[in-house]
């Protein structure tokens, strides 16, 4: 063998300590995404938990406001799982809508009557909902409305942070 060939062997062998950094480097940034990507999942899941049982509150508002009779303007009562009786006008009338989406205004004044604090009883605890509905009459005749639910929680502040979930919405034509 001559020189030059045993150089090349003894230098090619193994990792110098400039690969073996850069290398390391990859390694921590990539692990430190996926420690990001585990954080933001978690947080995501109560986010879900939250939106889940604001739906869960206007579906019941509004199978309620859909079971009775497009002609009639009854009143309804409910009772939450804390035992709180809430009343639900079916008449026409309501909270007010955005006039753009046709979704419920939050930040108006609740109007008495179609505008309810419903608690929503669960594994980690309840919580309260602000529900407001709207019904509209249905242009042609009264066996028509148009009812639209929403519900939202509160600002909730956990650990000095806050979490907001955006109001769901829900809509549903009531007739004969």
Known sequence: MNNSNRFRLKNSAGFSLVELM?????????ILGGMAMIVVGIARNGGNRMDTAATNVAQTILEDIASASPKSNASLTI????????????????????????????S???????QASYTVCGASG?????????????????????????ARQPL???????????PVTLRTIVGM
């Not at 804390?82 to 008449?91: D, R, W």
């Not at 909902?129 to 009812?147: E, F, M, S």
């Not at 909730?156 to 955006?166: E, G, H, L, Q, V």
């Open 22 to 30: 850069i290398a390391v480097f990859i390694l921590a940034v990539a």
């Open 126 to 150: 309840r919580v309260v909902c602000d529900v407001r509905w709207n019904v509209t009459q249905v242009a042609g005749g009264p066996w028509a409305k148009l009812v639209t639910v929403a």
């Open 79 to 106: 009772t939450d799982c804390a035992g709180n009786n809430v009343q639900i006008t079916t008449a026409a009338g309501g909270a007010p809508t955005v006039a753009s989406t046709g979704d419920i205004d939050f």
């Open 108 to 114: 108006q004044a609740a109007v008495a009557g179609y």
């Open 156 to 166: 909730a502040i956990r650990k000095n942070s806050y979490s907001y979930t955006p």
